[in-house]
């Protein structure tokens, strides 16, 4: 059995992830809204993506600790592997 990862490695880990996705996230904006019709300054555009860093970093971390705690993973494995 793999050792659980710390809480704070599970920080770090939904960190580096969520920073990369920022950035990605923000270039993709930059370069989708005006191909739909959007166009938003870049202040607009970087408070846009901090907002859904912050909401997918929130989301990163929860689903990491809830599959960290045993019991429930191994509930949900068992659901899914029948």
């Known amino acids: 059995m793999q050792p659980l ?3 704070k490695d599970s920080f770090i880990e939904a960190a580096i ?3 990369i996705g920022l950035f990605v996230g923000l270039l993709a ?3 989708w809204y005006p191909i739909v019709g ?3 300054t870049l202040a607009e555009n970087v408070a846009t993506t901090i907002f859904f860093t912050l909401v997918g970093f929130i989301r990163t971390y929860a689903i990491r600790r809830l599959f960290n ?3 429930v993973y191994e509930t949900i494995k068992k659901k899914f592997s029948n």
């Open 17 to 19: 992830g969520v920073s």
């Open 5 to 7: 990862q710390s809480k």
């Open 29 to 31: 904006q930059m370069l």
């Open 69 to 71: 705690g045993r019991p």
């Open 38 to 40: 959007k166009h938003f």
